[in-house]
Nanobody
Framework: QVQLVETGGGLVQAGGSLRLSCTAS????????MGWFRQAPGKEREFVAA????????AYTDSLKDRFTISRENTKRTLYLQMNSLKPDDTAVYYC??????????????????WGQGTQVTVSS
């Protein structure tokens, strides 16, 4: 079955950086677009970024595109999210996701079929 496993979360001070990883199994990873979402306490899960299967095309939520970078290594079946200049408002559980249609890289949660268990990111002020 499909498994997505996120790692790399943790506690960081405001202004710091973290790189999240998501390793996929049971999925033809190199043929799928992939996405990152996050969910803060008491809030809905929101789109962060997505990347095409080739890695050449990306999409971001506007408020994060200057600080976050999505990338992938298909040979390692791994998706990344580099997060810089972190703020307390970035505190959330971060999830990677694979879409129902392999080419989809938009922001709609219901278009994603497979989800990881999430990794907690906490940014202290």
């Amino acid at each position: 079955q499909v498994q997505l496993v996120e790692t790399g979360g943790g506690l960081v001070q405001a202004g710091g950086s973290l790189r999240l990883s998501c390793t996929a199994s049971g999925l033809a990873f190199s043929t799928y677009a992939m996405g990152w979402f996050r969910q803060a306490p008491g809030k809905e899960r929101e789109f962060v970024a997505a990347i095409a299967s080739s890695g050449f095309n990306t999409a971001y939520t506007d408020s994060l595109k200057d600080r976050f970078t999505i990338s992938r290594e298909n040979t390692k079946r791994t998706l990344y999210l580099q997060m810089n200049s972190l703020k307390p408002d970035d505190t959330a559980v971060y999830y990677c996701a694979a879409p129902r249609s392999s080419s989809y890289r938009g922001p709609r949660r219901d278009e994603y079929r497979y989800w990881g268990q999430g990794t907690q990111v906490t940014v202290s002020s």
